[in-house]
């Protein structure tokens, strides 16, 4: 015995909706293509640098220097200061204060990894706001009085 249901209106009807799956689809393919291009784009890219022409910010009342002159040796303020000992003459400049901004000049003839071993000697003592000096409100290229 079969059932035969039947429906009382058999016309076709058009569909008043928009099917977003295939959009969808598309989208994420997109997103997938540009996450897996966009660190490809960003890797040895041969960039110079400008000076900042920017009028100099405001100087704190004691603020703490760390400098790294050109034969790559540390200074504290205007105490040279061993490699090792940077963190204890760290806590001594900043009174023990982790959240002290440590302004950190470099002579312009050092290297990129050495920059980057005294940022990290500065983060692994506890100091992690760090700001790079440079010379404010010149031209580069320009002498400096």
Known sequence: MAIRLRHTDDTLHEAHEINVTPFIDVMLVLLIIFMVTTPLTTVNVPVDLPSSTQQPAPRPDNPVFVTIKADQTLAVGENS?????????????????????????????????????????LRTAGFLKVALVNLQGQEEGAQVP
Not at 84 to 101: C, I, S, V, W
């Open 81 to 121: 200061v061993a490699q090792n000992d940077l963190p204890t003459a760290l806590n001594t400049a900043a009174n023990g204060n982790k959240d002290e901004r440590i302004f950190l000049r470099a002579d312009k003839t050092v290297d990129y990894a050495t920059l980057m071993s005294v940022m990290d000697k």
